[in-house]
């Protein structure tokens, strides 16, 4: 089982795919966009990517990406976000901290209140930072401990994202639709016509008015031109279920600009 | 009439700021979250500040900050976006190019295809990259055409951004809720239970079945917990129009988490 996923070695993808395959060959990929599409490309079995993070909200370029993905949704992870502050050990006065952007958004306060004169540069991700950080000592980075020990930095601080309770979501790619569980997630895409007055309030009228949860949704620019949204939608139930079946296709009666991105068994509470 | 927004001189908040007011003095601040503030705080009479671009999406750190923000919205201004790549005039190799998160993420299939090698750090704004890339002969930035004259760069290419129709739009903060006009516009932030299914659908109601159409709808995560959003919800209309007053007070009676942030004017189409 080869699993791909954001690189290099000790970012929080990594705790995530741990989390998902203890087992699995990881794949490292240098964006995530790479990853998303790695199954598709029959580069690995399962992908696993960050979806969204309760402080800092939602990963636009992996929703953006999977639109074009073929592969089904299988699977989700949550893990809890510690974000740290590391640098090398004989560091002197920290000039530059370096973080992938959600790291950084996530130490938003921290960071103006200890290094208000820093120079803020973004990465591909934290462990990339961590190997910036690694060959500059006037440099620090944000990211997960595991990075500290993996390019030997020292921990200046830890837990220094602006909430405590700080989580993300993290999707699985893979190959074949799980089969339902009875506690099962679907991921839904939708262009929706704009000009027509109510028909979000239609559309999601399909599920509420059937008892169906709803427990996300984000829209997305179509990128055509300002105010044109596409909407990314979970609901609670796997598509192969009798009633989110039957929704399903009363609503790709009504649009034919809806995609199903997966079905799968929803995460452990963390 | 003193007018906050985006520093330093050079960015597309500039653009948009003498398109709103040809005559304002114009204070500039090092942050937008500072900007968004300044009303509140009686540094300025008017802030104008990004909320969403046609490409990239919502800013979420504006949007955060509009909960706190306690003066209305009074207005917005939609401006074209050409984002140009810039450097010094003996400038050699670019090894590092430099933008706000936005301007990189409107420009990532530029960049990956004709600078893969490149490093890439994220600034304060488009102008504070502008800057920079004058210091430094290997550095380039991304921004607007103004910058470059600004800072004496050389324009190496222009209009790199990934979509030809790409738009941002701002808000303008002020002290007096506008008049109705007729063209008006309405947004609201609001936090509904989301253990109850069917809450939002419920909440769209209101505006659906009255027939007032909904421009735009934006989740953010409530910072909380995982799965638990606020909801930014644009419809057309002024909160003094009977049909919409209506719809507001209904919603009021049903949660307590609305806020009016502002009505105003609908902008020029660009």
């Not at 929080?12 to 790479?34: C, G, I, N, P, T």
């Not at 370096?98 to 934290?126: D, V």
């Not at 939708?190 to 979000?200: E, F, I, N, S, T």
């Not at 059937?210 to 939608?233: A, H, Q, V």
Request: hydrophobic share 40%; proline share 5%.
């Amino acid at each position: 089982m080869r699993l791909g996923l954001l690189g290099p070695e000790g970012t929080f993808s990594e705790m995530a795919a741990k989390k998902w395959r203890k087992d699995a060959e990881l794949v490292f990929f240098d964006d995530m966009e790479l990853a998303a599409m790695a199954v598709d490309e029959g580069r690995v079995d399962e992908s696993i990517v960050a979806i969204e993070n309760s402080v800092e909200g939602p990963v636009g370029v992996i929703h953006d990406r999977l639109l074009d993905v073929k592969s089904p949704i299988v699977g989700e992870v949550v893990i809890p976000i510690r974000q740290c502050l590391m640098a090398r050990p004989d560091a002197s006065e920290i000039k530059v901290i370096l973080s992938h952007p959600q790291g950084l958004g996530q130490c938003r306060k921290y960071i103006r209140e200890h290094y208000p004169n820093a120079e803020i540069r973004s990465t591909g991700s934290t462990a990339h930072a961590a190997r910036l950080a690694q060959e500059f000592p006037e440099m620090a980075a944000i990211g997960c401990s595991a990075s500290a020990e993996k390019y030997h930095l020292k921990v200046l601080a830890e837990g220094i994202q602006d909430r405590t309770a700080n989580y993300t979501r993290f999707l699985v790619i893979g190959k074949n639709l799980p089969a339902p569980t009875g506690q099962d997630k679907t991921s839904l895409a939708v262009y929706l016509d704009r000009d027509r007055p109510g028909a979000l309030y239609e559309f999601l009228g399909e599920f509420a008015t059937r008892g169906i949860n709803m427990t996300r949704i984000e829209s997305r620019p179509s990128k055509l031109t300002l105010g044109d949204y596409r909407f990314f939608i979970d609901v609670e139930g796997h598509c192969q279920d009798k009633v989110l079946g039957e929704a399903l296709h009363a609503l790709k009666d009504r649009t034919s600009k809806l995609k199903v991105l997966g079905s799968y068994p929803v995460a452990d509470k963390v």
